[in-house]
């Protein structure tokens, strides 16, 4: 997890989770006639939040994979630069580096041992009743 970076804590991702499974469950409820139009405008808007931090962190990705590739193979400034460089972010800008998937895998991983750890705790520990 980044700190910063959003959509990649376990609430973020939770989120983004929440955000993609709407319009399944929004899809049932209007096959049985229990939907409305102000419901799928939220369902909607959720989505475009949901995809606009989605798009954010393969961004931020992207620019964080250009930026440690060009500092690690950094090169003397010799004229034509600049057309090699250009060349060099059009050839990787859009390649899947290790700065898109890592936050995300880890947490999913992260949110998945939370829950699992969660409802495991429900099945053990009980609510202390107390006696009147």
């Known amino acids: 997890m980044t700190a910063g970076m959003p ?3 376990i609430g ?10 709407m319009p399944l469950n929004e899809t ?5 006639g229990k939907s409305s139009i102000a419901r799928w405008l939220v369902v909607i808007r959720q989505l475009v939040i949901a995809g606009a931090i989605v798009c954010g962190m393969w961004l931020l990705g992207m620019v964080a994979g250009l930026v440690f590739t ?3 193979a950094a090169q003397p400034i010799v004229p034509g630069i600049a057309r ?8 990787t800008a859009f390649r899947v580096n290790i700065f898109h998937i ?4 880890m947490s999913i991983a992260t949110l998945a041992a939370i829950l699992t ?5 429900r099945l053990f520990v009980r609510p202390y009743a107390e006696k009147a």
């Open 117 to 121: 750890l969660t409802n495991l705790l």
């Open 12 to 21: 973020g991702v939770f989120y983004l989770l929440s955000a993609i499974i």
């Open 102 to 105: 890592a936050p995300v895998i």
């Open 28 to 32: 049932v409820l209007t096959i049985r």
């Open 70 to 72: 060009e500092f690690t």
């Open 84 to 91: 090699e460089v250009h060349s060099h972010i059009v050839e």
């Open 7 to 9: 959509g990649t804590g």
